[in-house]
């Protein structure tokens, strides 16, 4: 009784100890299996399919493997090696961050747009070239109050 008088000025809580020590057997469980990394058929696949979402836009995104300013992106040299690589005259656009830029190219990527990617990437200061595809909302939530939302 005078152990629990203490313990509560002390603000600690007294539970009952068990009569008897209970052990608890530990549970083996089997290694959950993640799945296995995709195979370069499915990689090859996935960069096609990437590539021909973005065979209905006129614009790539490029990432650089420098820091570019804008006048070096939008420079007359790096837009004649944009241009003879695409194959057709190549508009800056606007820079994403320091390593990423929009460009505009004077057609539709449409069916060669694989390859006009690839000879973008092979540029020197390139490390990558994308689509950037034109979205667009088909249709908007069912859902009486969407409009009051805009």
Known sequence: M?????????????????AAAQTVAPTLTAPSVSPSAPSPDKAAAD?????????????VVLAFSKVLGASEARSAARLKSLALAAGSPVKFVRLLDSRHAVYRLASRLGD???????AMAR??????AEPDPVVSVADLPDDAYAPQLW
Request: charged share 15%; glycine share 6%.
């Open 112 to 118: 060669h747009s694989g390859s006009t990617l690839a």
């Open 123 to 128: 540029i020197p200061d390139v490390a990558r």
């Open 47 to 59: 960069t096609r399919q990437r590539a021909n979402a973005g065979a209905d836009t006129d614009q």
């Open 2 to 18: 005078i152990v629990a008088a203490i313990a509560l000025v002390a603000g600690s809580t007294l539970l009952p100890y068990p």
